[in-house]
């Protein structure tokens, strides 16, 4: 079994990639093109996040994973992660709204150019600011990942995946959009930011994770058949049964290692801007306290 002979030229998920990818390079290449900007290295940076989010998304499709996917259940729950979870990260991180605005010729509705990314020169007014237009609740988007993430792991929409392309097509779209909906409201992405605390933003984090490690559980320590479509493959080396709990495994483990980067990266910046706002606190206290005192009186 050759694991890197079987690619697929999915016109589809092809074409998507391309126009994505060329709006945003040409957005960035009027940023390029213009006078230097503070943060020109971050936004750069923010970039390379980006169109290395869109690769990884494609390559979940075309690549050799896509095909197995199609044959082992722990492929394609891999497959299901780097979707939903790892790709939209980078994208997200990537703050592709305003190149991909220009390269789209939407940048009317977004801010000029020259307006630095708030977050991108330190000035805490623009950061405090936040474009106006929908902005989903955090609670919300949280449970409507979870409730996709769960629906299609149930044997029904798992196996109708399998075996219709417009109910793949489906699947692929809506991990990638509520994927993308999530880490909004847990990182910045200029000049998106997120509306929650970075301690709520953890509670976010634990509650998404809580839900992907009761699935991957029960799907590990599952001994009956759970995906039926899977039965016409025929394993050299796993049992249906045997891949569905290699499955779960990945569906477990894998999602926490993200999720931990993060609710460590947002406790740390919790605890330094708390640090921070009391150390202030204490100084602005100290200087109104000598500025009481009276002063004594010089010698005659």
Known sequence: MNMVSHWSANVAALA?????????????RGEATGPRLPGQPRRLARAAAYQAGLLLALLAVVSPLGYWSY???????????????VAPALIVLGAPWRPLGRGLRL???LPRPDQPAA????????RRDRPPGWRPRPVVVTVAFCAIWWAWHLPALFDAALSRPAVYALEVASYLTVGVLLWLQLVDSP?????LSPLR???????????????????????????PAYLGFRHHVLSVVSDQQVGGAVLWVI???????????????????DESEATAADFDRLLRHKSAWPSRPGLR
């Open 201 to 227: 933003r953890v509670g976010l984090l634990l509650g998404v994770a809580a839900s992907g490690t009761v699935l991957g559980l029960i799907r590990v320590y599952s001994s009956g058949l759970v995906y």
């Open 191 to 195: 000049p998106l930011r997120p509306q």
């Open 71 to 85: 044959r082992f259940i722990w492929a394609r729950n891999l497959q299901d992660v780097i979707l939903a979870i």
């Open 107 to 109: 940048d009317g509705r």
């Open 16 to 28: 998507v990639y391309a126009v994505a990818a060329a709006a945003h390079l040409l957005g960035m």
């Open 255 to 273: 999602p926490l290692v993200p999720f931990s980067i993060v609710a460590v990266a947002l406790a740390v910046g919790w605890l330094a801007e």
């Open 119 to 126: 977050g991108d020169d330190g000035d805490d007014a623009a």
